[in-house]
């Protein structure tokens, strides 16, 4: 199994905090949001900052590294190497609302397979840790799924307002999950809202498209958890395109799974 060394975590970890502080110091104006393709999809110029911060810091820990990046179209392969996959701010639009929910996603993947994960959020100073095979991390504190099932857990679900073809589908299966659990959240962040399902806090996520850069990270913090992610028929998330994901405790997957 490929370890990656002491060393360069930190240096990874710490690059991701520093660049966190971008976000709880910003103070964004009107004229450093712009429009991205759909409805109410933005990037702001910090997603551009902390991202060209980020790829400047890693280059120099691991300068072989590729790269796939939610911002200005960086798109290298995945399959062979280091790949670096990054969301430099998950839940735009809470940042630009001042909502305190929002994070930075950094995942690590190694011949198309991820070996590393870190997603923190700021806000509350949450620093979600995973190296494959070592178990997930909370601040220093390992975490673990639920172990049990949607109806003592609370539900999770994600509509980006740019994905809309499916709206009907996504409330429908929402309501149905609401009905046979304790309660349901939507959160603005995917990444946070896998993340706790790894903590614990949250039983199930459910989101019809988010993209590899959504839920790299995430991904491996959830399964080193004891969890399951997967597309909505069961079959494997990819980190090349865009899926649908079903992620949460082995019991609530089974059990959500089979609603869906």
Known sequence: MQILGKEKQEQIVSTIRTAGTMISDAKL????????????NFVTKYDKQIQSYLIDAFSKILPEAHYLAEEDGIQDQVEKGYCFIIDPIDGT?????????SCISVGLALDGEMLFGVVYNPYVDEMYIAQKG??????????????????????????????????????AIAKELYLNSMAIRNGGSSTLDICRC????????????????????ASLILTEAGG?????????????????????????????????
């Not at 104006?29 to 109410?40: F, T």
């Not at 990819?238 to 799974?257: D, F, I």
């Open 228 to 260: 399951v992610i997967t597309q909505l028929d069961g079959s494997p998330v990819s980190l090349q395109e865009a899926s649908g994901v079903l992620a949460g405790g082995a019991k609530c997957w089974e059990e959500a799974l089979s609603m869906i």
């Open 29 to 40: 104006e009107q004229s450093q949001i712009y429009d991205k393709e759909g409805a109410a």
């Open 198 to 217: 790894a903590s614990g806090a949250n039983g199930i996520y459910i989101e019809l498209k988010l993209y590899p850069w959504d839920y790299a990270a």
């Open 93 to 101: 639009t809470n940042f630009i609302y001042d909502y305190h929910h």
């Open 134 to 171: 070592q178990g997930a991390f909370l601040n220093g504190r390992q975490i673990h799924c639920s172990y049990d099932g949607l109806d003592r857990n609370m539900i999770a679900f994600g509509c980006a307002r740019y994905n809309t073809d499916d709206t009907d589908r996504i409330f």
